[in-house]
């Protein structure tokens, strides 16, 4: 008589969770041994249970001659092996650091030599204005999409590699053209089927576009989010105090990240 497989229905579980699994047991009579057995349990076993997927079959005991007990235990599939799996979103407003020579306002001046004429400049030696480092705001967010093998080509990995360290030159999520910097992305996936998808992690961060700055006398500046803004100092002298001092003379923004559409990760705007 030919080996047959059968399940054993009492002793079955199945656990409901966020991820769900279930453990089932069968027997299998009139075997050979346990080659037979377990060729018998790999082409007879369902592959999926109630949407979860078949994790491992154990030859569990040998009941007498030619009879063994299986157990075939599911689980729901990770994220990435999911059909239309859903992206997840993180951020962290942790801040970032710039260097800065310019106060926003002096609040107070102690000695018989502080003068009233340095416009803010921090840090003044005689000779130099050496500034100090302070947290600004940087909002910084990353993103996981599920996305099909035909749409992760070398050319969009290359693509990937292009666009990071560009600034958006279009509104993005939400905010304005000139904000959000591409930190790049991360990708992995889980075998090489057709339906096995890429997991990326897109990273970002943004930092607000400002108008209408002041850098001591200097007003009206304009600058994006992710320029650099540098002063430029001129020797002056402080007529209460009589001694020489440095003053903002010129304010430059300069741009130095290229800026490129987002379009290309292929994640929306």
Do not use: C
């Not at 840090?123 to 993103?143: C, H, K, L, M, R």
């Not at 989010?225 to 002056?236: A, F, H, I, N, R």
Request: glycine share 10%; net charge negative.
């Amino acid at each position: 008589m030919p080996a047959s497989l059968h399940e054993l229905f009492a002793g079955r579980t199945e656990t409901l969770s966020d991820k769900p699994k279930a453990e089932m047991h069968y027997v299998v009579l009139d075997a050979v041994d346990e080659a037979e057995v377990r060729a018998l349990a790999l082409a007879q076993v369902p592959p999926v249970y109630a949407g979860m997927f078949l994790k491992s079959i154990t030859l569990e005991e040998r009941l007498n001659e030619t009879t063994w007990k299986v157990t075939v235990t599911y689980e729901a599939a990770e994220a990435s092996q999911q059909d239309n799996p859903e992206p997840t979103f993180a951020f962290d407003t942790g801040g970032g650091t710039q260097h800065i020579t310019q106060s926003l306002q002096t609040v107070g001046r102690y000695g018989p030599s502080a003068s009233t004429a340095l416009g803010g400049a921090i840090g003044y030696d005689g000779q130099n204005v050496a500034g100090v480092d302070i947290t600004v705001p940087v909002y910084q967010f990353s993103e996981t999409h599920y996305l099909d093998p035909s749409f992760v080509t070398q050319g969009y990995k290359l693509s990937l590699f292009g666009l990071t360290g560009a600034v958006n030159s279009f509104s993005f999520r939400g905010f304005q053209a000139g904000e959000v910097i591409f930190l790049g992305a991360s990708g992995s996936r889980r075998g090489l089927d057709a339906t096995d998808r890429w997991e990326i992690s897109y990273k970002f961060a943004a930092s607000p576009n400002r108008s209408n700055l002041s850098v001591g006398s200097i007003s009206n500046i304009q600058k994006r989010g992710w320029d650099y803004l540098w002063v430029q100092y001129g020797d002056d002298v402080d007529q209460a105090a009589k001694v020489l001092i440095k003053k903002p003379i010129a304010v430059y923004v300069e741009q130095v990240y290229p800026f490129a559409s987002f379009a290309g990760l292929g994640i929306g705007s």
